[in-house]
């Protein structure tokens, strides 16, 4: 790959091809502070000559300023971009900064209609539930996705922080191409149910946060130092000791990197691309990031090839994390298994 381009995955068993390597776009317009528009498009677009086809968004996302975002990056490349966006997380009109989880028919068929239309597309690639409500059966729920299949609105479905007898139950309504969860090297709790569900039933895992947040790749130490419109301020292993304890696992990530002669986030996104083979199943990281430099350094991680003696000197950081990836963990997979 001389011209720096990544291989592709396949999207669940009748899922499209895809960049192995995708972009999260959240932070481009919401939840770690100022963003810069025209950087932002940059990314995009240097991400897209690199081979990175799957974008990922939510209308959660800055209440739905992330998809308005996107949408003339999209309408100039809708033929090679896969754009994935997600319902679930309703916002009060009352209160901003709280997020009520719905996974109801009529919400779902409102959601759809308002994300087709600031996106500006005609149909959505992949359309995830972001996040379960456990009120509402999940046949009923996906049994409404499916219908949006058939209508044109949406062509593939996934599902986002679900456990692995929520997937089978999803599954067995439509076809379910993609579950997207947090995966890394401080994150494996989906490991021990949810992965080997996600191989038995052909579908791809889309990690998010393969860099914990930007922790794993040492672009912060502490929530402390984060602006304080930074949601990452209210993320228990971010903050206090936990930061404290965590931070210095990174020495391990550390001396593997200089073996590599390359960052810590490349090492972390390298062990997220190897679960692929370590698991036997589609993975897709899907790093955010605002700058094209950045999406340089990342897509070269695919082509690092980390040995056993160093995968087996990563595989304990895991277990000496502290501190929670949420502050409720209600609404993770974790939280239900």
Not at 6 to 21: F, H, M, N, R, S
Not at 151 to 179: D, F, M
Not at 200 to 210: C, D, H, I, N, T
Not at 258 to 270: N, P, R, S, V, Y
Request: glycine share 8%; aromatic share 6%.
């Amino acid at each position: 790959m001389t011209d720096g381009r990544i291989t592709t995955a396949k999207l669940g068993a009748d899922g499209p091809e895809v960049g192995v390597q995708g972009l999260g776009c959240m932070g481009m317009s919401f939840g770690y502070g100022p963003a810069d528009a025209e950087a932002s498009r940059a990314t995009l677009e240097r991400a897209l000559e690199l081979g990175v086809t799957l974008y990922d968004t939510a209308d959660a996302y800055g209440a739905g300023e992330n998809e308005r975002f996107l949408a003339s990056f999209l309408k100039a490349h809708r033929d090679e971009v896969v754009i994935a966006t997600k319902f679930a997380l309703s916002i009060p009109p009352d209160d901003p900064t709280r997020r009520i989880v719905r996974n109801d028919p009529p919400y779902i068929r409102r959601a759809v209609e308002a994300s087709l239309k600031r996106l500006d597309v005609d149909v959505i690639d992949l359309y995830y539930m972001h996040r379960r409500d456990v009120n509402v059966p999940i046949e009923e729920s996906v049994g409404t996705m499916a219908d949006l299949v058939r209508e044109g609105k949406v062509k593939h479905l996934g599902l986002s922080e679900v456990t692995a007898g929520e997937l089978r139950a999803a599954h067995a309504v439509h076809p379910i191409a993609a579950v997207q969860s947090e995966w890394s090297l401080f994150s494996r709790d989906i490991e021990a149910q949810v992965v080997p569900a996600v191989r038995e039933l052909g579908a791809a895992l889309v990690a998010y946060s393969p860099l914990g947040r930007g922790f794993l790749a040492g672009s912060f130490a502490r929530a402390e130092d984060l602006s304080s419109d930074d949601f990452r301020r209210r993320q228990p292993r971010f903050t206090g000791q936990n930061a404290t304890a965590n931070a210095t696992l990174l020495e391990l990530i550390r001396s593997v990197a200089k073996a590599h002669d390359a960052t810590l986030g490349q090492i972390a996104l390298a062990w997220a691309h190897r679960r692929a083979e370590v698991h036997d199943l589609p993975v897709i990281p899907i790093p955010g990031t605002r700058k094209p430099s950045r999406v340089e350094e990342n897509t070269a991680a695919t082509r690092i090839d980390l040995t056993d003696e160093q995968l087996e000197l990563l595989d304990g950081i895991a277990a000496q994390v502290t501190g929670n990836r949420y502050a409720d963990m209600a609404f993770t997979s974790a939280g239900r298994e």
